[in-house]
């Protein structure tokens, strides 16, 4: 079993940053990747961005490319999603998951392992 904990959620205006924390423990070494979704109200839940935990390859939604930075620090067994030029349109729960298996990271029904979701509030 892999535990995650998100953190850093928050309400930022239009054009700020916030930065989202994943905290993993348990078999970590089962580890093959970790990605952010993001759910809004009355909506599906969506990839944001993705990393491979060994090589740090990144993945990104068009949508986020270039506003939004996914990495990772493995002596800390924690996942980081740095979110800038924020829009209203990103208001979202955001959730940390991870996966054992290589395949396409975009997926969510191909994870594994899920936190349980920080509010992110972006006002206009």
């Known amino acids: 079993q892999v535990q995650l904990v998100e953190s850093g959620g928050g309400l930022v205006q239009a054009g700020g940053s916030l930065r989202l924390s994943c905290a993993t423990s348990?078999?970590?070494?089962?580890?093959?990747?970790m990605g952010w979704f993001r759910q809004a109200p009355g909506k599906e839940r969506n990839f944001v961005a993705a990393?491979?935990?060994?090589?740090?390859?990144?993945y990104y939604a068009d949508s986020v490319k270039g506003r939004f930075t996914i990495s990772r620090d493995n002596a800390k067994n924690t996942v980081y999603l740095q979110m800038n030029s924020l829009k209203p349109e990103d208001t979202a729960v955001y959730y940390c998951?991870?996966?054992?298996?290589?395949?396409?990271?975009?997926?969510?029904?191909?994870?594994?392992?899920w936190g349980q979701g920080t509010q992110v509030t972006v006002s206009s």
């Open positions: 998951a991870a996966r054992s298996y290589s395949g396409n990271l975009r997926t969510a029904d191909d994870y594994d392992y």
């Open positions: 348990g078999r970590t070494f089962s580890i093959h990747a």
């Open positions: 990393i491979t935990w060994s090589g740090g390859i990144t």
